[in-house]
């Protein structure tokens, strides 16, 4: 069965945890005990009607402050698809959270609570969710029951909506008018917006056509961990096992490992389940290659002719996590893909105004939950590709070497400083 | 070239596949938790996919009550021997006899909380730097928000409200002598994908996950075995009922659900139709309160 990811995302209390409740709700998703739960607990704490945000807000602070801190995610079916819900924060505190929900998502729900319009957050998300490069974006102006369904309040949000994506890079972009707490063009179609003639929010999620992340083209094979059984009955054995990053892997191909650049050709793709005749992303597999060649954890396997840039200077977008700012010439841990290295931060190109969309390059620092195109030179040589080729050899993780938080996210742009 | 999509089972186990490797690669002394569970013998499949041909490159733990399931130990140490994979258990029994822990009395009483002193010890004993668990984000509403690589300080707490971003397949393992990194690699597994795993994988798990008569009696709702560690009450009568295992804990506090359901496929159909969880339908350890689950794990708890 297809499986879709999806990310929640918008500005605080616009209604992302209780769309997903009705969402599960309506979709005969919770189970008895779930609701019972919570039903009790709305009426303990004197709620008028049951808060089915609580059936994702699980943490004690979480339920004792009304808002969501952590992703939670959510596991739901229907006979068309399996999906797997990321259900984020909108706290501005919480941001990485959100991006950690939004960094593995296909389809990203922005909300935004049509008495508010679209807010600073909602902004920032949208911004975030485009330079994951999330394909598609669902705009759900919620609460519409508090502006007495009035599609002119819809139509303007939509408008002002539409304008500023047009500077973002959204593929695929769709709005739909709810209210999650009344479950109005959730899982059936409002009475009270006769206006709105699109699909209900799950007849969408489970028929839009999921433009794949899987870059299919570019060989990648990270090296991610070398199997050398040493038992007597595979005494030679020697495999790279990983998993696809990218393009076609069959035997008989010729390849390139970097960084020693040296070819030669795959002799077999081996599994736990027997010989694979043909390796493509996700797969997790072993290959053996016909010379004995030096590969370690960290080498790129990839083909003579398309190969990952190796380098040490590396441009990227960053999305910075932590309360001390990023700054010019200081040094981080940096993990892409099985690599781990340090790196220093050689120049702050700009920072991105998330209203505007404009550039500061006056910025020295990036504090935290800012966005902004960084310039680093990295001990060794990372082998890499643009982000927008590939999410999994685009993308990079920064750790503060004091405390080993992740502190940073890191998608490249280009591959020469 | 066609998009072929991958079929969901095989999309969890090459993620479940990548995260065992990457903790082989970037920890000194991993170790998996092992009860003999259907969770964590999907898990233990799992690791033995991952290294093939070679063996899994570390040991197994079972952090033991003392109140067990026959079934469930004979298919342990079976699979154990198997796979030549060491096995360490770390004993609640061990832990009260030392005197290190007081166990509760009474009929209602539980070893669960002892599970985590066992647990901690054991990681610090065997001086482990990882520790899969076969925790599943869809089980309850606190593990929901789980990292896959949850961090641990010295004490071996969770700190909910403070966990790493976790980005793409990325996972950050650095952490101080003394932390720990708990790894959760069937976290994005359902109940229904880790039967229809089993089924698909032809997969053996003990004979008490399939229905099966044996007296119970009912309490709080629930089918509780009668095992020598059962402490009736004055009102209570064992009654034979045909039952199946959801889970499997402990036997104390484990409770059994009434099936016909006698292999995976008719498991499949009857979970696929549940409506009550899985935790909430046999295990009396999480009825403790509201926030037992989050309350226990940031202690330490799987
Ligand atoms: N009237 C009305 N109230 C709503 C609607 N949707 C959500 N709410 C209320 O808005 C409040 C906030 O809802 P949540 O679902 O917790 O908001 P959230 O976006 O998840 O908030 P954070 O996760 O903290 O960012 C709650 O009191 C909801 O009952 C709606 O459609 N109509
Ligand atoms: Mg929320």
Redesign the interface.
Known sequence: ???LRFATAGSVDDGKSTLIGRLLLDSKQI????LE?VEK?SREKGFDYTNLAL??D????E?EQGIT???????F?TPKR?F?IADTPGHVQYT??M??GA??ADLALVLIDARKGILEQSRRHAVIASLLRVSHLVLCVNKMDLVDWEEDVFNSICEEFSEFAAKLDIPDLTFIPISALNGDNVTTHSDHMPWYGGPTLLYHLEHLYIA?D?N??DPRFPV??V?????N??HD?R?Y???VSGG?FRPGDEVMVLPSGMTTTIAGI????GPVSEA?P???V?IRLTDNLDVS?GDMICRPRNASVATQDVDAMICW?TERPLSERTTY?I??T?N?ARCQVRHLAYRLDINTLSRDESATELNMNEIGRVQLRVTAPLFVDEYRRN??TG???L?DEGT???VG?GMIIGTDA | MKAVQVPHLDALEAESIHIFREVAAEFERPVMLFSGGKDSIVMLRLAEKAFYPARIPFPVMHVDTGHNFDEVIDYRDRRVAELGVNLVIASVQAAIDSGRVVEETGPRSSRNKLQTVALLDGISDGKYDAAFGGGRRDEEKARAKERIYSFRDEFGQWDPKNQRPELWNLYNGRHKRGEHIRVFPISNWTELDIWQYIEREEIEIPSIYYAHRRPVIKRDGMLLAITPFLTLLPDEVPEEMLVRFRTVGDATCTGAVESPASNPAEVIIEVAAARITERGATRADDRISEAGMEDRKREGYF
């Open positions: 069965m297809e499986m189970f008895e005990d779930q739960a607990t059936l994702t699980g943490l004690r602070s339920r801190i952590d992703v939670a995610y959510r596991y079916a399996k797997i990485r959270n991006v950690t960094s593995t794949s899987r299919l083209i991610q961990y199997i050398r059984p040493m038992s009955e595979h054995y495999g096992a990983g998993q076609t081996d599994s736990f389940d493509v996700p797969m997790s072993t954890r996590f841990g993990k892409h099985t781990n999410r999994m993308s990079f993780i750790i080993n938080e992740t996210a």
